[in-house]
């Protein structure tokens, strides 16, 4: 249920590792902005969910461009986001209180489609996920590693 933090507005700061075979990242994430869009075409009704945060880069095991650890960061929030969706798909449950959104924006939409009080949800239900992470200071770190390993010393 990873995913579920990065939509929960509450949110005030939360750390997410980025770990690849080169390299180890950690940002902090602050600012957390959500947006659940209902795309309702005739009875067919999808979600585009969109999230933007702001971070602080706080831990850079090895160089790294910036723009590269932004991209694997949102790459990995996109992800995490889409198997919390996909758990809950698997045990009938609305994680992300999508239903909602349609009930409260589209109510006429809802009502021709739900079914026990909530929209029935599919794998494609989910027609898109955005995110957009803005690395908002980073200090030092954009110049070297902020740890070294044992065998740097």
Do not use: C
Not at 99 to 120: D, F, I
């Amino acid at each position: 249920m990873k995913g579920l933090k990065w939509l929960n507005e509450d949110l005030k700061r939360e750390e997410i590792s980025i770990k690849e075979e080169s390299a180890s990242v950690s940002l902090l994430i602050d600012k957390l902005k959500v947006k659940k869009k209902v795309v309702v075409t005739g009875r067919d009704v999808r979600f585009q969910i969109s999230v933007e945060v702001d971070a602080i880069l706080w831990e850079l095991m090895h160089p790294k461009k910036l723009k590269d650890v932004q991209n694997a960061a949102e790459e990995t929030m996109r992800n995490e986001i889409k198997q919390t969706f996909l758990e809950g798909i698997k045990t009938n449950t609305d994680v992300y209180r999508l239903s909602e959104e349609v009930y409260r924006n589209h109510l006429k939409t809802w009502q021709a489609v739900e079914k026990n009080g909530k929209v029935p949800l599919t794998e494609e239900s989910l027609q898109s996920i955005s995110v957009k992470i803005k690395l908002i200071h980073g200090g030092e770190q954009r110049k070297r590693p902020t740890l070294h390993s044992q065998q740097s010393r």
